[in-house]
């Protein structure tokens, strides 16, 4: 039941982001995955220095997402 929940929100964000990318506002050829591997590489990263600033968290989450826009 969790795989498929899953699997169907990622399919749900790939949907999402294949319109914002045929309007334009997100970069072509990004997938889920990669939303998924960037945030989560993030978060491992700042959880690894002990950081708990949430003013943080949020700066790496918007460098993350400016990334992806197009």
């Known amino acids: 039941e969790v795989l498929a929940a899953r699997e169907a929100m990622y399919e749900a964000m790939d949907a999402l982001m294949a319109r914002a990318q045929a309007e334009g506002r997100m970069r072509p050829g990004v997938t889920s995955r990669d939303v998924k591997v960037l945030f989560a590489g993030t978060a491992q990263m700042l959880r690894a220095d002990g950081n708990r600033d949430p003013a ?5 989450a918007e460098l993350v997402a400016n990334a992806l826009r197009a």
């Open 56 to 60: 943080e968290w949020r700066r790496y």
